[in-house]
């Protein structure tokens, strides 16, 4: 079977490995769609994400979705053919986590995540044509969701995620800072969990575009000197960029709120601040999700259309050209087919 593998920084190979077989408790997916992450791109250019650096070549991809091509032993419940997603985090060892934190498995202090080098071996991802997964981690897709908007239901899950960190949205206006996929996918999260109106800002008008198919009722574009919006009550972050902070911390009203989703960089910043304490705003992170992958497609087979968020489509053997649109402006999600010679379109 044929796997896209990155062995350091912008070495990117189709690599032949051997088709996997299930044990006791796992399944055998056939993989048909992964969608392309910051992660990826990051472990592509640069070898490393955030503070996780290759060791040795590793798989790449945590957006998947494919159909199940094989049963082990022990596996009941699923079916050969099945459409299903994955849940690509497994927390490692017994730890019991705080009560603080009671039921929140994404911040358990050890976490295997397809696609990561955080671990040594490292965690392969699920762009390759078949990959073993433990049955507790496949999610099969409702009827009528298809395998490529299936593959998605990983990044819906980090953007409903963050809107279930913001609260109660039925009613409020929110601002969401930073419209790449993720913030498209927390401005379409906030409209479905209730949320009157969304103003969604970004740098790129491409962007933007894709925040109001995704529901925006209103775009800024602080390219032109456009300001962001007084006194909004809920805010969220998804740029992930330092510079930022200053302005959504004004833009964010007193008392309010300001989820950060989009992620920062692991050293030391710049950053204007100094709202957070004149306003008593309250900054909420955000870290991947916990179960709300099971929320995404049940808000997926409701009706919630995350189509207009992917931007281009590639073959795997293109595996190395769709990285390079991910890492340019211009693309929103970038989707890889992995079942075949071609997608289709």
Not at 39 to 48: E, F, I, L, R
Not at 241 to 252: D, E, F, K, N, Q
């Amino acid at each position: 079977m044929r796997a896209v593998v990155v062995h350091g920084a912008r070495d990117l190979r189709i690599d032949e490995r051997p088709r996997p077989v299930p044990g006791a408790g796992e399944v055998l997916v056939a993989m048909e769609w992964g969608g392309i992450c910051g992660s990826d791109v990051a472990y592509w250019k640069h070898g490393a994400s955030g503070t996780a650096s290759l060791a040795h070549p590793l798989v790449l991809g945590h957006e998947v979705a494919g159909r199940i091509a094989e049963l082990g032993p022990d596996v009941g419940g699923l079916t050969e053919g099945q459409p299903v997603t994955v849940h690509p985090a497994e927390p490692v060892g017994d730890d019991r986590l705080p009560d603080r934190i009671a039921g929140r498995t994404n911040l358990h202090r050890r976490v295997r995540y397809f696609g990561s080098a955080a671990f040594d071996p490292h965690t392969d991802g699920g762009f390759t044509e078949y990959r073993v997964v433990r049955a507790a981690r496949i999610r099969p897709l409702p009827e009528g969701v298809t395998t490529e908007h299936g593959a998605l239901a990983e990044p819906l899950a980090v953007a409903l995620h963050a809107v279930h960190r913001a609260g109660d949205l039925r009613g409020k206006t929110v601002l969401v800072n930073g419209a790449g996929p993720i913030g498209a996918l927390v401005v379409a999260a906030a409209k479905y969990r209730g949320a009157a109106g969304v103003i969604a800002s970004d740098i790129s008008e491409t962007s933007l575009s894709v925040a109001r198919a995704m529901g925006a009722d209103r775009t800024v574009d602080v390219s032109t000197g456009a300001e962001l919006p007084e006194d909004v009550e809920l805010s969220f972050d998804a740029s992930g960029a330092p510079a930022a902070l200053g302005p959504v911390l004004r833009a964010t009203a007193r008392g309010g709120t300001l989820v950060q989703v989009g992620n920062l960089p692991g050293t030391a910043v710049p950053a204007v601040l100094g709202d957070l304490v004149t306003r008593e705003i309250s900054w909420v992170g955000s870290y991947r999700f916990v179960e709300e992958i099971d929320d995404a497609l049940l808000a997926m087979r409701d009706g919630l259309d995350v189509s207009p968020v992917i931007s281009h489509r590639f073959d795997l053997d293109r595996a190395d050209e769709a990285l390079g649109v991910a890492a340019a402006s211009g693309s929103s999600k970038v989707m890889l087919w992995l079942g075949g010679a071609a997608s289709g379109g």
